[in-house]
């Protein structure tokens, strides 16, 4: 019940996921009233086997504060979508809800693997070659170098089971050189060093996020969630400005109309609705955020992230990898 507008493109995302992939099932938390509603107008047949929906009578508004939501609502849809997880009904939990209430609802449910103290948002970002995941997204905008050493454990964890080897860790700041950046980071680059697990970058720059650099690259949530919010406008206004452009004049048009064809799958790349979902990482279980703006492809792009990251299980990984380091 997340999410900006009404559900219903979250419910059409939902059938059309389970239409092309035949192992999943999907259960929708909710009021049972307004997703059923939406599931009228669709065709559900080939899908209504593996297809749920389980009322929740209170619903997480996004200016509820974490402390809140977590102390009075317990029948929210938030709620039993993560208690569903915590007893192991489900294997997955994706939601667009409050960021605030989900991170204090999943920690409350869940828990945190042994040795993190906090979870962390990570995102894969897109970028060609090997995966670059960036965390902290916004979960934690002020850390210690402590919570610093968990995220990159964390990332690095992510991208081995992406197949990563070896992983290539960097640590965000102002410039390259060893003096630069706060005693935070500077305390941080020390903790990170000598760790056989990845290889250690140093200092990078937010150019590394892109121009494939680093497999994982590790911030607070503040930078982290500027860094992402200003790529994910970039991509945009390339996009518009682009159309805006061969929409001036007829021959532009007609160029524009070729420049689409060879250049869709460009498009499609560049287009942040179809990297959407982040993943709540620290958890003893999988939990992704959407967008609260997402649409129905966004919302889709999610629940990709959902169910490849409940068959990758990147979680037990690094539960692995802290009781080495314990």
């Not at 092309?20 to 009228?40: M, Q, V």
């Not at 080897?165 to 102002?174: C, E, F, I, S, T």
């Not at 406008?233 to 452009?245: H, N, P, S, T, V």
Request: charged fraction near 20%; glycine fraction near 10%.
């Amino acid at each position: 019940m997340g999410g900006d507008e009404s559900p219903h493109s979250f419910v059409c995302a939902s059938v059309s996921f389970l239409k092309l992939h035949s192992l999943a099932h999907i259960t929708l938390f909710g009021d049972k009233a307004t997703l059923e509603s939406s599931l009228s107008t669709l065709d559900i047949n080939a899908v209504a086997s593996r297809l749920n929906v389980v009322h929740a009578g209170q619903i997480v508004t996004p200016e509820e504060k974490p402390g809140v939501a977590l102390r009075s609502k317990q029948r929210s849809s938030m709620w039993l979508a993560l208690s569903a997880v915590a007893s192991g009904e489900m294997q997955a939990v994706l939601s667009a809800g409050n960021t605030g209430a989900l991170m204090a609802m999943a920690r409350h449910l869940l828990g945190t693997l042994e040795g993190i103290e906090r979870p962390a948002i990570c995102k894969r970002m897109p970028v060609s070659g090997a995966p670059c995941f960036v965390l902290d997204l916004g979960a934690n905008v002020k850390v210690g170098a402590k919570q610093l050493r968990e995220f990159a454990l964390m990332g690095a964890a992510l991208a081995e089971v992406e197949g990563v080897a070896p992983v290539k860790v960097g640590l965000l700041n102002v410039g390259e050189e060893l003096q630069k950046g706060t005693e935070v980071l500077q305390e941080t680059d020390k903790l990170l060093r000598d760790d056989p697990r990845y290889q250690y970058l140093g200092f990078v720059e937010g150019n590394a996020i892109f121009e494939g650099v680093a497999n994982v690259v590790v911030c607070d949530g503040f930078a982290g969630n500027v860094a992402l919010k200003a790529s994910e406008g970039l991509a945009r206004y390339l996009i518009q400005d682009l159309r805006r452009y061969f929409a001036a004049s007829w021959w532009r048009k007609f160029l524009g109309a070729l420049l689409g064809l060879m250049a869709i799958g460009w498009f499609k790349r560049l287009d942040p609705a179809g990297y959407n979902g982040a993943l709540l990482v620290g958890l003893k279980g999988v939990v992704v955020k959407s967008h609260g703006g997402a649409d129905g492809k966004g919302f889709q792009a999610a629940l990709r992230v959902a169910n490849d990251q409940a068959q990758r299980r990147p979680d037990q990984l690094l539960a692995s990898w802290l009781s080495q380091s314990a």
